[in-house]
């Protein structure tokens, strides 16, 4: 093993304290080193343990954090109460450094144990490594936040921590220096909680670590951000990752020139050098907190002594050289060479430390497996007694004995083993519903259905008393001499009424502060509430969504703004693989009740017209989706959501803002409750259902195709997740018979949706006496201009085509063939 170099912590790039600090400046005591060697071997050996227990068959797939415990030691000791974490996989020794993950927690989520008690951070539905902390109580609410330590909840997709984790940042930003914030005291005292980032070396070649870098730096928020640098990525080195294979040397632009100036501190630490990590990030924390400066912490000459995950083994990829020097610098011997050097302890001390915690993961890894296993087993047991009673009621059949035994002999069931075999046995006996026995199972095969249920599908939305479905409905009301104004004028006195009500609403978005978005709906309200409420941000779609996100986590109320529907794809992945899933993954321990704002559909050309509603109803299950017609229809939406507890995304109709709209008397107050279509017209020939800004092209076409006598029932579903939750427009099938489904998205995109959702999902399929149609645009993007956008979308003549083609099928006599 090489001698440490040096007792100097390596810092690089720091302005606010000397480089020369004797080793180890914080005031640390003999216990709290030797908890921490203790802590870090016990981190170890749950790698080892856990990389075993995948071999063994007892979990599927493992990632550890073994060669990155030292540094985050020291990072737990600079996390307090109130602080959050958005990291990645391998922070296992942060998270039960600061006391919120067990290691029988840690091994419960190895095996995917599905009780929440277990297993906290998932519910057993996320992957061994993910870690969140419990945000909400059992009904759904805010936990309080400043007397405990929190983490988000991470994510797989590498980087996709960072958005949030500038959200999170944000909130502090936004609770030190907005007064009106000062009574949310559960969720902020005086914005001095710190946003803690990890994230591996590899991972920072995506670009939402850079945009969420400089956005930080722009904001100057504190967000202390670690980057665990173990020189790989999977097996691509850093060669192929990293310009100059240094993230910091890359980054030293951000730095900032000294103290009040822009910018960044910038720190550099060897990942094994635990005195040097421990003063760095006091030191790091210190002035973050403090000043609200961004630090990054690049944290190298890491290493993984079993290589990436349990996929693959390093060997394949590694030198020889680079093996043996991964193993020298492993962080667990150098931090024991420290100690024995330092004198803080003798070779007994910490041998007989090695050795407990060994024996604590063991104990940790038992009992976790059987907490995991024992109900299974009994679950299984249970089953097997109805089935066999079953079987001597009714069976002689060799088949069935044979699957009963299966059961039975299987010494590692699954809960699937239990309901595939039930399933398969009353399939048969189906003839013998009589049989007390078969009864019997089958009421058992229906609870253990409605069990996992629970376990694996339950909290794709919210279950709080503020679930969009329990908003009061509040009906619009309107003087008789109700102004009739631009539409976007509606908006405006809702968002400036909801902002008067709320002091934890904000809007930001590109253009939204000063000049009020780019259609003015926000127009003189940043003068009124001032920067910290309605405010311009970059053109960085993914971390303005992020920030909301990481936000609205941490109790406050955002609006963020996509300027146009086109762009949201920049912010899509967040939106599906953070946001949607958030309620899902933690199974219901969190919640981020983020509004984004958009507008779409139809205005001009590629990029200013599109309506990919298909791809945002195939990624974004979990958020709502509301496609209002015009602006009082938004409006009531906005007054919905935001006495919501859910994420939504609202599209307003790009082309609706200078038409005329009466504006509601409490147009800050009436709400629109979600998934209840609007029947425009009544008709009784055949249904046409759409939406957004295809409402008044439909109508038109209605209009026209009144005057040759084919009556048209109009619906718009207003929102396209939740959809028709009263089954409206099946009912109007029974009536027409006939149904055409039109809107602007590409063929096969939001019309196969209403499409399955009414004929499936509403089984409207036995009302029809002709084929259902769907009118979509051109597979294109739409072009340019007048003619463009008429030769690209559906336009009056299309949805009069369509209508009059079915029923000139229906009465060709009454109504004979156009063309
Ligand atoms: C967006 C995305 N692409 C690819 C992957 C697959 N993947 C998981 S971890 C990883 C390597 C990450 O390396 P690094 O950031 O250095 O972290 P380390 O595992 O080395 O600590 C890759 C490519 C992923 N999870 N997400
Ligand atoms: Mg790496």
């Not at 004797?22 to 071997?41: C, E, Q």
């Not at 609006?559 to 992945?573: G, R």
Request: glycine letters at 8%; a negative charge; one cysteine or more.
């Amino acid at each position: 093993m090489p001698a440490r170099t040096s007792a100097i912590p390596t810092l690089a790039f720091m302005s606010i304290a000397d480089t020369a600090a004797p080793a180890l400046a914080t005031p640390l005591t003999k216990d709290d080193l030797l908890n921490d060697y203790r802590l870090a071997w016990e981190s170890r050996h749950a790698s080892l343990a856990g990389r075993k227990e995948v071999f063994m068959g007892k979990a599927k797939f493992g990632i550890f954090g073994d060669g990155k415990e030292v540094p985050q030691l020291a990072m737990a000791r600079a996390f307090q109460n109130g602080d959050f974490r958005a990291g990645y996989y391998r922070d296992q020794t942060f998270m039960v450094a600061i006391g919120q993950l067990t290691w029988q927690q840690y091994f419960a989520q190895l095996y995917a144990n599905p009780d929440v008690e277990a297993e906290p951070a998932t519910g057993g539905r996320a992957m061994n490594g993910h870690f969140a902390t419990r945000l909400l109580d059992d009904d759904g609410n805010f936990l309080p936040q400043t007397n405990t330590k929190n983490s988000s909840a991470d994510i797989s997709p590498t980087a996709g921590q960072m958005p949030r984790l500038l959200g999170m940042a944000y909130a502090s930003k936004l609770y030190r220096q907005n007064p009106a914030l000062q009574p949310f005291t559960e969720f902020s005292v005086n914005g001095n909680e710190v946003a803690f980032g990890t994230i591996g070396n590899a991972s920072t070649s995506e670009g939402m670590f850079f945009e969420a870098l400089n956005a930080a730096g722009v904001l100057q928020v504190p967000m202390l951000m670690s980057v665990w640098d173990d020189h790989y990525g999977i097996s691509v080195p850093a060669e192929y990752q990293t310009t100059k294979q240094s993230i910091s040397e890359i980054l030293m632009g951000l730095q900032r020139e000294g103290e009040g100036q822009p910018g960044f501190e910038i720190f550099v630490v060897k990942g094994w050098d635990y005195a040097g990590l421990v003063d760095t990030y006091q030191k790091a924390a210190a002035v973050c907190r403090a000043q609200h400066v961004p630090v990054l912490i690049h944290v190298t000459e890491l290493t993984q002594p079993q290589g990436h995950s349990t996929s693959g083994s390093h060997e394949r990829y590694k030198s020889k050289d680079r093996l043996s020097w991964e193993e020298a610098h492993d962080c667990l011997h150098k931090l024991r060479e420290w100690l024995l050097s330092e004198g803080h302890a003798s070779e007994g001390e910490l041998d007989a430390i090695e050795k407990d915690a060994a024996a604590a993961i063991k104990t940790a890894r038992t009992a976790a497996w059987s907490a995991f296993f024992d109900p299974i087993k009994a679950e299984r047991d249970e089953a097997v007694a109805l089935l066999d009673k079953l079987l001597f009621d009714t069976g002689t059949e060799n088949k069935l004995h044979e699957l009963v035994d299966q059961l039975k002999s299987n010494p590692t069931p699954i809960r699937a083993d239990i309901v595939r075999t039930m399933r398969r046995v009353l399939r048969h006996v189906r003839t013998e519903k009589r049989s007390a026995g078969r009864r019997a199972v089958q009421r058992h095969l229906e609870q253990l259905l409605a069990e996992n249920a629970d376990r694996y599908n339950s909290f794709l939305y919210s279950q709080s008393e503020q679930a969009i479905g329990n908003i009061e409905e509040v009906k619009p009301r309107y003087a008789a001499d109700a102004p009739v104004v631009d539409a976007r004028e509606v908006l405006q006195a809702c968002f400036d009424a909801n902002f008067q009500r709320d002091p934890s609403i904000f809007a930001i978005g590109e253009d939204v502060g000063k000049i009020g978005d780019v259609n003015q709906a926000f127009a003189g309200l940043q003068d009124k509430f001032g920067e910290l409420r309605v405010t311009d941000t970059g053109i960085r779609e993914c971390t303005i969504v992020g920030q909301g996100i990481g936000a609205a986590l941490r109790g406050l109320r955002p609006i963020t703004e996509i300027q146009y529907l086109d762009y949201l794809l920049y912010a899509v992945q967040i939106l599906s693989d953070d946001l949607a899933c958030l309620q899902y993954r933690t199974k219901g321990g969190q919640k981020a009740p983020l509004i984004v704002r958009t507008r779409g559909h139809r205005l001009e050309g590629i990029w200013h017209s599109g309506s990919p509603m298909g791809m945002i109803l195939h990624s974004l299950r979990g958020m709502h989706v509301c496609v209002p017609r015009d602006m009082t229809q938004a409006a009531g939406f906005y007054n919905t959501l935001l006495r919501s507890d859910e994420p939504a995304l609202v599209i307003e109709c790009l082309n609706g803002y200078r038409l005329k709209e009466r504006i509601p008397a409490n147009v800050g107050e009436f709400t629109l409750p979600l998934g209840q279509p609007e029947i425009l017209l009544e008709g009784s020939d055949i249904t046409v259902v759409t939406y957004g800004s295809m409402c008044r092209i439909v109508l038109d076409a209605a209009r026209q195709l009144a005057e040759v006598g084919i009556s048209v029932e109009v619906i718009d579903v207003q929102t396209l997740l939740p959809f028709d939750t009263q089954h409206v427009i099946a009912d109007s099938l029974r009536k027409t018979s006939r149904v055409v489904f039109a809107d602007e998205d590409v063929p096969g995109g939001a019309t196969a949706f209403m499409l399955q959702q009414v004929l499936d999902e509403q089984e409207a399929y036995r009302f029809l006496d002709s084929q259902p149609r769907c009118l979509a645009a051109q597979p294109h993007r739409p072009a340019y201009s007048s003619d463009g956008d008429y030769f690209s979308k559906p336009n009056a003549e299309d949805v009069f085509d369509t209508v009059y083609e079915l029923m000139s099928e229906v009465n060709p006599e009454r109504f004979p063939d156009i063309y």
